[in-house]
């Protein structure tokens, strides 16, 4: 219920381009819209080309652009979870119907002696390297001067006793400012989870 009473401000803010409101929404409905378009992509000659996480993000940024603009009317998140489900499935089949219009049909095209999942490098993707970069950007930005230098010693592999020596201050009291510092931007930024 709380969430429901809670639905109205994060559309307002979503609208008026917040963008916490809108990493919200995004953790919120993500898992749903990705698993409403695996379920719809079973064709795995189809996989090849789609991928359930590129589909999201077109739905998602379809659904801030024409929320931006006042499109939507949504007064409970069954509504939005609907919205962008749907739209989902729609992104998905429009893409199938492209995929098999006579000239690309992915039908027509022979498997290639290659073993496709030995192409696809381990790691992190470029866009999820990019993502991390900026999270952890915004995060030293969240701490004060003392708490980055603090972090950058450690980070250099500082011995929290060495750092003390350095500071002339207590290693316990030093390792608790760290960690009670990380402890308030985590909150801020809301990655309890």
Not at 30 to 51: H, K, Q
Not at 148 to 158: E, I, P, V
Not at 175 to 185: F, K
Request: with cysteine; hydrophobic share 40%.
């Amino acid at each position: 219920m709380a969430e429901e009473a809670a639905f109205p401000e994060l559309i307002r803010r979503v609208r008026a381009g917040d963008e916490q409101a809108a990493a919200e929404l995004v953790r919120r409905y993500e898992p749903a819209i990705r698993v409403a378009v695996r379920v719809r992509l079973t064709d795995p000659g189809l996989r090849r080309f789609l991928d359930s996480m590129d589909i999201c993000q077109s739905v998602l940024a379809n659904f801030f652009v024409r929320a931006a603009t006042g499109q939507f009317e949504l007064d409970k998140p069954e509504q939005l979870l609907n919205l962008l489900v749907t739209m989902a499935r729609n992104k998905v089949t429009n893409h199938a119907l492209k995929q098999q219009a006579a000239r690309r049909d992915q039908r027509r095209v022979q498997k290639g002696g290659l073993d496709e999942n030995a192409l696809v490098a381990e790691g992190p993707t470029p866009s999820q390297l990019v993502a991390n970069r900026e999270l952890l950007q915004e995060f030293r930005k969240r701490l004060s001067e003392d708490e980055r230098r603090l972090a950058d010693q450690r980070a250099q592999g500082c011995s929290w006793a060495d750092i003390a020596a350095e500071r002339g201050g207590n290693a316990d009291a030093l390792r608790m400012q760290l960690a009670r510092a990380i402890e308030r931007v985590t909150r801020e930024l809301q990655l309890e989870e």
